[in-house]
């Protein structure tokens, strides 16, 4: 038996195939797109991909170089910005930034919550395809998987459109996704 006033948690989207160029990401971008907008949802898109073509779809460059300046990508998720390098990764992590620090309002319909956000890619994220080591890259998974977490109970849906390969970041979606 649940409570009504039990948190009901978002649904978690892995747009995901191992193939490139099969749709994952207009799929992010036009079906979720729709789905904010004729169900009122506020939806999250995450750009999980290090080739950022999502964001290049749908965040102007110059607003983008701002983000990336402020720290506003995905590779913050994983690591906070003053500690990543290239082949290595930070093990003792604080919490995930909040949703609102590394995300952007892409729409919202007004007089009402529903908002589609983005938290934009980042060719950063390659780096997690280069470090073979997975228990190195244990912190790191956790503190994406607290940051989805967090999303869900704010958001209504969240959608991870990730990277045409098998590889580190893969596993962190599979991880996270319910659907």
Request: aromatic share 6%.
């Amino acid at each position: 038996m649940t409570s009504k006033n039990a948190l009901k948690l978002a649904p978690v989207v892995a747009v995901l195939n191992m193939k490139g160029g099969v749709g994952k990401t207009t799929i992010s971008a036009h079906v979720m797109r729709v789905l904010y907008l004729k169900l009122l949802k506020r939806t999250l898109l995450v750009d999980f991909d290090p080739q950022f073509n999502l964001t290049q779809t749908v965040v102007p460059q110059v607003t983008y170089e701002k983000l990336k300046k402020e720290n506003s990508t995905i590779l913050s998720v994983m690591e906070p910005a003053s500690e990543i390098s290239l082949f290595t990764v930070t093990t003792k992590l604080p919490p995930p930034p909040k949703l609102e620090d590394v995300s952007v309002s892409l729409k919202r319909v007004s007089g009402h919550p529903a908002e589609l956000r983005l938290v934009p890619g980042d060719f950063g994220l390659v780096k997690y395809s280069l470090i073979d080591d997975a228990k190195s890259l244990a912190p790191i998974k956790s503190r994406f998987k607290d940051f989805i977490a967090n999303a869900r109970a704010v958001m209504d849906l969240v959608c991870i459109d990730c990277n045409p390969s098998s590889s580190f970041m893969t596993l962190c979606s599979l991880e996270v996704a319910t659907h």
